[in-house]
């Protein structure tokens, strides 16, 4: 029966991509998709879209999710610990789940999701949408290879989503009518400073970058949020200024004749 059973029991889905403080913008995207009388029927989320989506789903507005957000900071997320599979643990982004979500299943999420994470014994992506593991799993989903510690649910480790699946349209594209990607993560020119994190983060930029083609083209709109590039995979002190380009850059994209069209429609079949 697949992931959610039968084809086409939703009619709208949203997949939010992967791409650290970047999945900030997936909030501005949100708004704007608001204001325009879309609310998703699923969401499917890697890593930082993962973040994002499980508060969505949990009730939370964009402005709230990102009022959550500003009153953190990296170090409460990550703890330094002695290198073995990472140079972090997961620890504080745990309680941080633990602390705000108010669903403890996915099944009391308000809005169906999935979390997409990477089976590091089996080098596969895993999509998880049912049971009691919704936290350990968007942490799973949310950690990067050799940064963080693998996350273990049920004895398996596991890494971050992005490595084999960093833009989840496939994941919800076989049970939506519509589905709308928004994709973060745009690599540009790397830095002369070098550095084993950023070394860290230019490998897994071009992993995920290679494995989110084919899923572009599964989108009936697809949003590239340009103009976040530059922001580091755990800066959390411009929270406001990405979520801001998200909101532009989608708002730029929905207004488009061709594109508004596709949304009268998804409205008007809804109703």
């Known amino acids: ?120 014994n089996k080098a596969r992506y895993v999509s998880f949408a049912q049971g009691k593991n919704l936290v350990d799993t968007v942490v799973a989903s949310c950690t990067v290879p050799v940064v963080f510690n693998p996350q273990y649910i049920e004895g398996v480790p596991y890494v971050d989503g992005g490595l084999l699946k960093n833009f989840p349209v496939s994941v919800i594209r076989p049970y939506c009518k519509y589905v709308i990607g928004i994709n973060v993560s745009l690599l540009v020119p790397t830095e002369e400073k070098i550095s084993v994190i950023g070394m860290a983060e230019r490998t897994f930029k071009l992993m995920s970058n290679s494995n989110s083609l084919y899923d572009r083209k599964l989108c009936d709109i697809l949003i590239e949020v340009k103009g976040v590039e530059k922001y580091a995979l ?36 809804r109703s």
Request: glycine share 12%; aromatic share 14%.
């Open 1 to 120: 029966m697949g992931l959610f059973g039968k084809k086409y029991p939703f009619h709208l889905g949203y997949a939010l991509g992967g791409g650290g403080a970047k999945g900030f913008a997936h909030l501005g995207a949100l708004k704007v998709l608001e204001e325009y009388g879309l609310k998703p029927d699923i969401i499917s989320g890697t890593s930082a879209g993962a973040l994002a989506g499980v508060f969505y789903a949990d009730g939370y507005s964009p402005d709230e999710i990102i009022e959550l957000f500003e009153k953190t900071e990296f170090r409460e997320f990550a703890e330094l610990s002695i290198p073995k599979g990472g140079f972090f643990k997961t620890d504080g982004l745990h309680h941080f789940l633990k602390k705000n979500l108010r669903a403890k299943t996915f099944e009391e999420l308000k809005i169906p999701f999935a979390a997409v994470a990477t089976d590091w």
């Open 234 to 269: 755990f800066n959390l002190k411009d929270i406001e200024t990405i979520a801001n380009i998200g909101y532009q850059r989608t708002f730029g994209k929905i207004t488009q004749p061709g594109v508004r069209d596709i949304i009268r429609k998804c409205v008007k079949d």
